[in-house]
């Protein structure tokens, strides 16, 4: 394996990170400068001849057409499409060459334990001195302005949230759900795997966040169910829902926590619910669309638009203050930008990812990454770049292709060095 796809596997693994700040000196996202001047090269001048990811490649090809045509047609050309055209192009290069996956795959699980390791420490600097170290890089400017910190601070809350290296701590958690189940499925090879899996499943309770616990029960129920049989698994479930109104008690005695608890219940106020503005708000909006609009979409982030000029009724209804209209689940973003066509042309190509997968960890994954559309980050480009390799990488089609590609070059190196 050459320095070059390390490199490329290790940069691609942090780009969610690197996604949060500018470049000094430009008004340009530090995650486009890298993508474009490193990552694109290293890939191009590694490109193989043959498609690593087969009819997977083309079926997220297909979609990524549709999605530009329509918006092109309803928007006209302006940064976010062309953002839209760059990205697609990026991604579909990555797909083609493939070498990195590898070192991808092992770069991501090292990071997510060494930012789960960090959280663990602002927790103990948190508890201690009510000041936990800061994991915003304060010498670099950052894409959502100034005063941008990993610690989140409430008017209603006396204890912060903690974020690692992010700004979220939603955005840590959904980056470290896929490493934990490459872990507990050991798709991934390392050492000390019980550790990590411990260390990252720890921060992620401390976190806080209500999309990483929720996922990461699930992750670790389709975990054991997968390893129980019979009456074993019956006990398991009788234990699991004795545990539940535990746990809930438990919560009550963490301030946090059960900030995050009343926030997805909706105890705040229904409009003001996380589970209303992340989950059901965009299906909302999705279901008082126009009949044309639901079928053929209204174009990339270009709803607020769209209903400015055909449904004003539909924009009052569900604006929300001064936060950005344009803000859905991934699932409900996809309907809304690209309608039924673009659903049907996603569900392809996540299907055929799901027929070429025989493992159930794989599946898990898949399941996994599927249910994190709950949050909008997923089809932001810096999260989505990951996820679209990551479901990749998982068909079998796409790893046998590598590896007889791997024998072929390891048989010409031989026969070179012999001669």
């Known amino acids: 394996m050459q320095m070059r796809d390390k490199i490329v596997g290790f940069i691609l693994a942090l780009y969610p990170v690197i ?22 090269p290293l890939v191009i001048s590694g490109l193989q001849k043959r498609y690593m990811g087969g009819s997977l490649t083309k079926n997220y090809v297909v979609f990524t ?6 918006t092109v047609l309803l928007r006209g050309i302006n940064n976010d499409v062309i953002g839209l055209i760059l990205n697609s192009i990026c991604i579909f290069i990555l797909l083609r060459g493939g070498r990195y996956i590898k070192p991808f795959l092992t770069a991501y699980v090292y990071l997510a334990v060494a930012f789960s390791v960090f959280l663990m420490v602002q927790y103990v600097g948190l508890l201690a001195f009510s000041k936990p170290i800061e994991g915003i890089l304060s010498f670099l400017p950052t894409m959502i302005g100034d005063e941008v910190s990993s610690l989140r601070t409430y008017d209603y809350m006396t204890v912060a949230r903690i974020a690692s290296v992010f700004t979220e701590p939603s955005h840590y958690s959904l980056y470290s759900i896929p490493p934990l189940a490459l872990l507990l499925w050991n798709y991934v090879s390392v050492k000390h795997r019980v550790w990590y899996i411990g260390i990252i499943t720890v921060a992620i309770l401390l976190s806080t966040s209500g999309n990483g616990v929720i996922l990461m029960l699930i992750l670790y129920a389709l975990f054991f169910l997968n390893r129980l049989h019979g009456k074993h698994a019956i006990l398991a479930v009788a ?31 229904s409009d003001n619910s996380k589970t209303y503005y992340r989950v059901s708000r965009g299906f909302m909006v999705y279901g008082d669309l126009p009949p044309f609009a639901q079928v053929m979409g209204v174009g990339y982030r ?13 924009l009052q209804k569900y604006r929300e203050g001064d936060v950005t209209f344009d803000y859905y689940n991934s699932i409900a973003a996809i309907l809304i930008y690209f309608g039924f066509i673009g659903f049907i042309l996603m569900t392809i190509f996540i299907s055929s990812v799901w027929r070429s997968t025989k493992q159930y960890g794989e599946k898990a994954l898949l399941v996994i990454m599927i249910i994190s559309c709950a949050s909008s980050s997923v089809f932001n480009t810096d999260t989505w770049f990951m996820y679209i390799l990551l479901m990749t990488a998982m068909s079998n089609s796409y790893l046998i292709n590598q590896e007889n590609y791997e024998k ?5 190196n031989t026969k070179a060095y012999i001669k």
Request: proline share 4%.
């Open 408 to 412: 072929r070059e390891y048989k010409q």
């Open 19 to 40: 996604c949060i700040y500018k470049m000094p000196g430009i008004d340009l996202p530090l995650g486009m400068v890298v993508m474009y001047l490193i990552v694109m």
């Open 302 to 314: 270009n709803s607020e638009n769209f209903l400015q000029s055909h449904a004003q009724n539909i």
């Open 65 to 70: 057409v549709y999605a530009i045509l329509i």
């Open 239 to 269: 234990i699991a829902l004795a545990l539940i109104p535990v746990a809930f008690k438990v919560s009550e005695k963490v301030e946090s926590l059960q900030y995050t608890l009343e926030a997805l219940s909706g105890d705040m106020g």
